[in-house]
């Protein structure tokens, strides 16, 4: 039972260009959403999120767009720069005593220069 | 450096050994976790503990069992170790909930 789903498993652009990462979910209870950025042999690292009460959140290149409605998130990245090639994971949380993050399965971002 | 660290990084041991994945904290949060990202690269809750009390246990086996001497420790044990067991294990912790900080993880391949 996959409460956050990423259906692309990869994706390629070109640098200089728009990324955009989609990400769905099945529980409208989740109360925040975030995006981690995971290169290999590394843990993933947090790099942006949003709570369920927003619909946007730009941190410089990188802007979370949310559509509760439509319990659909998607991040976009620009420009993309060839060291934004990672796998990125969408990831969201019922905040709580006992929260934790749920996570989608990652998207692998090819960025080519 | 202020991080969530863990050891070993690498683990390969033969099917029916017991290991240890020592997992600590000096980020002065009171939440660990476990994770674990299985060969379809799903990244999974196993354990959570708050304050050296456990608070989630997502339907593990119980061979594996976590262990907290303190806040900033949460080691994981594993018995008998089986090949489906093969994957990578993260650490975290947090302190409001979210925000979580992941150490580098630990591949474990049992063969």
């Known amino acids: 039972d996959q409460q956050v789903k990423q259906n692309s498993p990869s994706l390629s652009v070109q640098e200089g260009r728009i990324s955009i990462l989609n990400c769905d979910y099945t529980n409208s209870m989740f109360d925040y959403f975030l995006w981690y950025k995971k290169y290999p042999a590394e843990g993933p690292t947090f790099l942006i999120s949003?709570?369920?009460?927003?619909d946007k959140n730009e941190d410089g290149r990188f802007t979370v767009f949310l559509n509760k409605s439509a319990k659909h998130l998607s991040l976009h990245i620009v420009p993309s720069q060839p060291g934004d090639s990672a796998v990125y994971f969408c990831a969201a949380i019922l905040t709580g005593a006992n929260s934790k993050l749920t996570f989608g399965k990652g998207i692998t971002l090819s960025v080519r220069p | 450096d202020t991080a969530v660290s863990q050891t070993p990084k690498y683990l390969v041991t033969q099917m029916g050994n017991d290991k240890s994945i020592k997992c600590e904290q000096n980020l002065g949060h009171d939440t660990m976790y476990w994770y674990k990202q299985d060969s379809k690269k799903f990244l999974k809750i196993m354990f959570s503990y708050n304050n050296k009390e456990l608070i989630i246990n997502e339907t593990v086996p119980n061979r594996f069992s976590p262990k907290s001497p303190d806040k900033a420790h949460l080691n994981l044990h594993i018995n008998s170790l089986e090949l489906g067991d093969s994957a990578v294990y993260f650490c975290a912790s947090s302190q409001v909930g979210y925000g979580y900080t992941f150490g580098s993880g630990t591949r474990l391949t049992v063969v």
């Open positions: 949003i709570s369920s009460i927003k």
